[in-house]
């Protein structure tokens, strides 16, 4: 834990141990040099602290990542709250609360919103006692909604540039696209990406989800199994992080990794297996930066929806394709272009 701690290079880290659920909340903030620290809620159960540590600290950089290349004069933060599995609707509603008051103590220094485990439903019962620090919350309580459909067609745009560096076209039709985890983003990817006529693979770990999505027409499932080996175009990972790792990527058959999941890359390291195998990655915190974008750029800067996703498919475009060229002008891996950028803006330069 101390090693981990050290190693890390952001600003502030806020530790409570939940008595009445046994939960522990980590607040980190990894940047509040363009702007107070915006970031997602996480919520699920971790097997360690240190796991769940390793986690908020990770994801919290990201975050500074993605509104530096966004543009937007945000840093960076991420809360993980690691639940025991077992936690009741009551007890959980509950410990939202009290995770409100703590985010309320903060003044400001860290605003949230949804994250995995987390929907626009809990940003309102955060927000009974944690407002106006709260992002994300239902249409119905006053706020923007989930940030789910804004991060998809991020997600969707991003490919197509990825598409257009690959094949010389940002068509999608006829494409072979394995969209590894089906939730809030997933879900909603794999359909645009059915209107746009790509051939779509779906995999998820939920039977109810699977059963869902394999109805839509020209869809089909992959066991989680079979992933890392399921000749496509392009993967997709929408769920967890840590999957692009030295045991995946050899096994890899696709052209490029473009997809939203968060921390794609178990070690930075990882970037580099990725461009020698040629295989061309678009870095999760510039293509998955739709849904924070558009969601805090509603409800602070008084973007409509229609709005919000200009500037998030305009700024998703522009960037990975400054990405691409930095890379190939540097010959470096995507992601340490893509990371140069977002820590030249950090830096204030
Ligand atoms: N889950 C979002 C992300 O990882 C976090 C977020 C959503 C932040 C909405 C602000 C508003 O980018």
Request: net charge negative; hydrophobic share 45%.
């Amino acid at each position: 834990m101390e090693a981990l701690l050290k190693a890390w290079d952001g600003e502030r880290i806020i530790i409570e141990f939940d008595w009445p659920t046994g939960a522990w909340i980590i607040i980190a903030i990894h940047s509040t040099r363009r702007g107070p620290a915006g970031g997602g809620t996480r919520m699920k159960p971790y097997s360690t602290m240190e796991a769940a540590m390793a986690d908020a600290l990770e994801l919290a950089r990201s975050m500074s990542y993605k509104f530096a290349c966004a543009d937007m004069s945000r840093g960076g933060g991420k809360a993980v709250i690691a639940v025991p599995p077992d936690l009741t609707p009551q007890a959980r509603a509950d410990l939202l609360r009290r995770y409100g008051a703590l985010i309320h103590q903060l003044g400001g220094m860290f605003q949230t919103g949804p994250d995995v485990g987390t929907s626009s439903a809990d940003m309102d019962i955060i927000a009974e006692s944690g407002a106006p620090y709260v992002f994300g919350r239902t249409v119905q309580a006053g706020g923007a909604g989930d940030s789910g459909p804004a991060t998809a067609i991020g997600v969707l745009h991003g490919i197509g540039v990825v598409c257009q560096q690959l094949f010389g076209t940002s068509a999608l039709a006829g494409r072979r696209i394995l969209v590894q985890g089906a939730g809030s983003v997933g879900g909603r990817l794999i359909r645009l990406l059915r209107e746009a006529n790509a051939s779509v693979l779906f995999s998820d770990v939920d039977e109810a989800t699977i059963r869902q999505i394999r109805e839509i027409p020209g869809v089909s499932f992959v066991p989680p199994e079979e992933v890392y080996d399921m000749p496509c175009d392009i993967f997709a990972p929408c769920a967890l992080g840590g999957i692009l790792n030295q045991e995946t990527i050899p096994r890899l058959k696709c052209r490029a990794v473009a997809g939203s999941a968060n921390n794609q890359l178990a070690r930075p390291e990882d970037a580099e297996l990725l461009r020698k195998r040629g295989i061309l990655y678009a870095p999760d915190f510039v293509i998955n930066v739709g849904g924070a974008m558009a969601i805090v750029g509603m409800e602070t800067m008084g973007w409509s929806e229609a709005e919000a996703n200009t500037h998030v498919t305009q700024n998703i475009e522009h960037m990975l394709r400054q990405t691409f060229d930095l890379a190939a002008a540097r010959n470096i891996s995507t992601a340490d272009a893509a990371r140069s950028v977002a820590e030249t803006r950090l830096s204030g330069h």
